[in-house]
């Protein structure tokens, strides 16, 4: 069982910058692979980034490549998501998940977070 509880959204002016973090219980972390994902108002759940249980492969959608970046602290139990440039349409809940093999779907990933929101002001 692994618990996560994202933390570090807020509203910020377009381009600018935050950095999420998720913090995850369970012993088992850097077992896992690891995701960030997005929904926008009035959308549905998007895929943004992921990144394997090792750290070393990475993955984003295309529209946050360059300006988004994916990295996990296996010694912390914590993956975070820098995020820079940012546009308003990055504006959404940003929610962190964890499962056993990475993907870009949803239902690859087994344990999910709360949410934080972020607001990219124009």
């Known amino acids: 069982q692994v618990q996560l509880v994202e933390s570090g959204g807020g509203l910020v002016q377009a381009g600018g910058s935050l950095r999420l973090s998720c913090a995850a219980s369970?012993?088992?972390?850097?077992?896992?692979?690891m995701g960030w994902f997005r929904q926008p108002p009035g959308k549905e759940r998007e895929f943004v980034a992921a990144?394997?249980?090792?750290?070393?492969?990475?993955y984003y959608t295309d529209s946050v490549k360059g300006r988004f970046t994916i990295s996990r602290d296996n010694a912390k139990n914590t993956v975070y998501l820098q995020m820079n440039s940012l546009k308003p349409e990055d504006t959404a809940v940003y929610y962190c998940?964890?499962?056993?093999?990475?993907?870009?779907?949803?239902?690859?990933?087994?344990?999910w977070g709360q949410g934080t929101q972020v607001t990219v002001s124009s």
């Open positions: 998940a964890a499962g056993w093999r990475v993907g870009v779907q949803a239902d690859k990933y087994d344990y």
């Open positions: 369970g012993r088992t972390f850097s077992s896992y692979a």
């Open positions: 990144i394997t249980w090792i750290g070393g492969n990475t």
